[in-house]
């Protein structure tokens, strides 16, 4: 019988733990994410005025190029500003790419624990396919490369298949 009660508190007092860790766990979530939710509007600020600058650099690399192929301006004039656009491009186009895979990382990390501990996300499976199709659209206006396109894709569709589970568990 002392057997038994030995193994007996021994449970009781493992159960008691994985409460004050889970209640640890959870209130630790619940401040990371409110803290989340509140940067990643800077972060995103950020992606978009990066987006917009490359998007702009490359527009105006095509139409210096074009008129240098229709011989409007001279050869000397456009490499000089050819080349501080590919350097900047280059600069813009690393941001750009580092800031948006490590933005998908933690927002992967967020919907996790999130799903985990049974707090709300703030995103859908649509806001999901509009990233994908933002994907696309970077990845043919070549402001992506392919391994970073890869990256984002596979954790596009983690996030997708992490809002599926949050689905089918509610």
């Not at 978009?48 to 001279?74: H, I, M, Q, Y």
């Not at 990382?105 to 967020?110: D, F, K, Q, R, V």
């Not at 696309?136 to 206006?141: E, G, L, P, R, T």
């Not at 391994?147 to 298949?161: G, H, R, T, V, W």
Request: proline share 1%; with cysteine; aromatic share 8%.
């Amino acid at each position: 019988m002392e057997h038994l009660r030995e193994q007996l508190e021994r449970f009781r007092e493992s159960f008691l733990k994985a409460e004050e860790l889970w209640n640890n766990y959870y209130t630790f979530v619940k401040t990371t994410v409110r803290e989340w939710e509140a940067f990643r509007i800077d972060l995103l600020d950020r992606l978009s005025e990066v987006r917009v600058k490359l998007e702009a650099d490359l527009r105006t690399t095509e139409e210096l190029s074009l008129k240098l192929d229709l011989g409007l301006l001279s050869e000397e004039k456009v490499k000089k500003k050819l080349d501080e656009l590919q350097e900047e491009i280059a600069r813009l186009k690393e941001e750009y790419q580092t800031l948006w895979l490590a933005y998908e990382e933690i927002t992967l990390m967020y919907i996790t624990h999130c799903v985990k501990s049974g707090l709300p996300v703030s995103l859908s499976a649509g806001d999901i396919e509009e990233k994908k199709e933002e994907l696309k659209s970077a990845v043919n206006k070549k402001m992506v490369s392919e391994e970073a396109a890869q990256q984002l894709e596979k954790i596009l569709s983690d996030e997708a298949s992490m809002l599926l589970h949050l689905h089918e568990k509610g």
